[in-house]
């Protein structure tokens, strides 16, 4: 397979190359980590054609004997060079225990430059903080955005395009299948029983494994919704399952670990006070959200488009909440640097009642920051009311600046 740049993410990091800071890459499996660990490679010996680049995966059978820090201080003792600058590349880093030990005594000794990957943020985020505290920065990637999937598949921009990946989401691995139900969403729920049962059941020890499916699926048919103690009480109930919502509340924070998931709360758009209850959970990938549960148009389309807001957002590293101003929701506050961005969805402007609900959302918040309402609408493509842009979802997603 052509290695394809991403520059989203290279460009992030290139500036961090050879400054003795730890380069950390966070996401769910398969988002192509490895990938552009690789690209990084490539771009050192570019610049730097003596450089001694150690690459370590911890897929890969030859490295099976490396699990612990001790085995990996026996791999490493004798494998990085004098007189010529020493790069080392882990993937999947979590899968050695103790790594962070062994980290910190080559930053120490200022051994080498550091590159890990990982897909277990409460793994990483524990080792990470407690030994390695200001040595090292995080970039999480994300599966294929838009514009990536468009290049990566080879196609144009159109709506046949953006069905596809609404339906089949980002994962790189794809663009060398057929985007059809019968081939990627079988490999699509390969890869989702990989990050159940390894990312999620082994790490956390989950012992209710059936209950974690059925609430993984619940959460499918239900993003974009606000969750409470409520309404997973009457979940629970509905489906005559006997755990505690706490237990419930701790195998999500289960599965956004793996990175399946992500919980945005809500804030008061005010004063940018976040509240205790009701938040809302997105899938990292719009197809391992549908593998199992196909894609119905009329059941999906808003939860999907909201999906793909949240990701493409996200991915322009904002923080990203629910919004209430004066109990009236905001789909999505974007915060970054002290700076906001407000977003509505909706699938089609039907009527006045529409266009009234979601730009008058907007209108009501007092401030200059950036507001857009994207839909799926074919006329009045990138139209302005009383400076709030109306984008189609296929344009919005290609905006690189918001």
Do not use: W
Not at 377 to 394: A, P
Request: with cysteine; aromatic share 12%; hydrophobic share 35%.
């Amino acid at each position: 397979m052509k290695l394809i740049n991403r520059p989203l993410y290279t460009n992030r990091i290139r500036p961090f190359i050879g400054k003795g800071i730890i380069k950390v890459l966070t996401g769910q499996r398969r988002v192509g980590k490895s990938c552009i660990l690789k690209q990084l490679q490539i771009d050192i010996l570019k610049e730097n054609p003596q450089a001694n680049i150690l690459y370590i995966n911890m897929e890969y059978e030859e490295f099976r004997g490396i699990r612990n820090d001790t085995d990996l201080f026996e791999y490493l003792h004798d494998k990085f060079q004098e007189g010529v600058d020493n790069y080392l590349f882990i993937d999947e880093v979590q899968d050695i225990d103790g790594f962070e030990h062994v980290l910190r005594s080559l930053q120490a000794r200022d051994s080498c430059d550091i590159y890990i990957t990982g897909s277990n943020a409460k793994m990483l985020s524990g080792e990470l903080s407690t030994y390695l505290s200001g040595r090292y920065v995080e970039f999480h990637v994300h599966s294929l955005n838009y514009p990536e999937f468009l290049e990566f598949h080879q196609l144009e921009d159109n709506n046949q395009s953006l069905m596809l990946y609404l339906t089949y989401g980002g994962l790189p691995y794809l663009s060398r299948l057929q985007l059809t139900d019968e081939l990627a969403f079988e490999y699509l729920r390969n890869i989702y029983s990989t990050i159940l049962l390894k990312d999620v059941v082994k790490r956390e020890g989950i012992r209710n494994v059936d209950f974690l499916e059925t609430l993984a699926l619940y959460t499918a048919d239900n993003v974009g919704s606000l969750f409470s103690a409520n309404n997973i009480s009457k979940y629970l109930k509905s489906q005559k399952v006997d755990i505690s919502t706490p237990q419930v509340i701790n195998y999500l924070k289960a599965l956004s670990s793996a990175y399946l998931i992500n919980k945005i709360g809500r804030i008061d758009v005010s004063g940018l006070r976040k509240f205790e209850i009701g938040d809302k959970y997105f899938f990292e990938d719009l197809g391992l959200r549908n593998c199992h549960l196909g894609f119905n148009l009329q059941r999906d389309i808003q939860k999907l488009l909201e999906n793909a807001v949240y990701l493409h957002i996200s991915s322009l590293q904002y923080d990203v909440y629910v919004g209430d101003n004066a109990q009236k929701e905001i789909d999505f506050v974007g915060v970054k640097q002290g700076k906001r961005v407000y977003v509505q969805v909706v699938y089609l402007m039907i009527d006045d009642k529409t266009r009234e609900r979601e730009f008058g959302n907007l209108m009501n918040i007092p401030d200059n920051y950036p507001k857009y309402v994207v839909s799926l609408d074919e006329f009045n493509r990138g139209g302005d009311v009383q400076g709030i842009q109306h984008l189609h979802l296929s344009d919005f997603l290609k905006k690189e600046v918001l």
